[in-house]
């Protein structure tokens, strides 16, 4: 496993990093744990991680990856530099290696992906809606993206190729839809705290059936931001091309 996260500016994240990595040595994965990266570290510590799983002496059965920090206009993650980084790409970066070939590879985004705010279904959806249309609210001091978008010089560039083979037996599973802000409070983001929640109390399950848990516990769940007194929902991507059923613990 492999925990990526931009702790500065970003209160409670370290709860996430703390909760996530127990979660993984629990599970049996040897973890690292690396923060306050810059857009390029992002890049160069999957590479890293690929390299060595490739020269690893024996199996490896699966590999976990969390990519937690702020997110770009367009849901790229922000380094602790203030430069871009696609998480597509680094996807595509660990769909490469060699002794993965055929296993599941999870990835856990915790970023927002837009400065969307979604108030719901209700009375008052409708009107709030219309209201972001004409003027947009200033961005949550606690959700995962920057109050201030900027043009960014040497942001990576590229993705996966529609089509390829290296689409399969990958887990994607963002914290916010396409578009959406992604919450977190000073006692870490509504994500990464509930799935780690959900797979303590039952990891042997079909990690697919887990994910749509989380999902459901978090659907639920209200925000307040300090932007509006109007609640905030939240509903996360689960993106998967598994071949076979997945069980963290047997």
Request: glycine share 10%; aromatic share 6%; hydrophobic share 40%.
């Amino acid at each position: 496993a492999l925990i990526l996260a931009v702790i500065q500016g970003r209160s409670g994240a370290q709860h996430d990093v703390e909760a996530l990595g127990s979660l993984c040595q629990s599970l049996g994965f040897k973890t690292t744990v690396r923060m306050d990266l810059t857009a390029q570290a992002f890049q160069e510590e999957l590479a890293q991680f690929q390299e060595q799983l490739d020269t690893h002496r024996g199996p490896v059965s699966c590999a976990l990856v969390a990519l937690m920090a702020h997110g770009g206009q367009q849901g790229w993650l922000v380094g602790a530099d203030g430069q871009e980084v696609q998480p597509e790409a680094l996807v595509l970066e660990l769909s490469r290696c060699r002794a993965l070939q055929g296993h599941p590879k999870i990835f856990l985004l915790q970023a927002c992906r837009g400065g969307h705010r979604d108030a719901g279904l209700g009375p008052t959806a409708l009107s709030w809606f219309w209201r972001w249309l004409w003027a947009p609210p200033t961005v949550p001091s606690h959700a995962d993206v920057l109050q201030v978008y900027a043009d960014v010089q040497g942001s990576s560039s590229g993705g996966p190729a529609p089509g390829s083979s290296n689409h399969a037996d990958i887990l994607t599973v963002y914290a916010a839809a396409e578009g959406c802000v992604a919450y977190r409070d000073g006692k870490g983001s509504d994500f990464i705290q509930t799935l780690v929640e959900v797979l303590q109390a039952d990891s042997g399950r079909d990690i697919l059936e887990l994910m749509t848990e989380v999902n459901r516990r978090v659907c639920e769940l209200d925000t307040l931001g300090p932007d509006s007194d109007k609640l905030r929902k939240t509903c996360l991507e689960i993106r998967s091309s598994l071949q076979r059923q997945l069980c963290l613990r047997a």
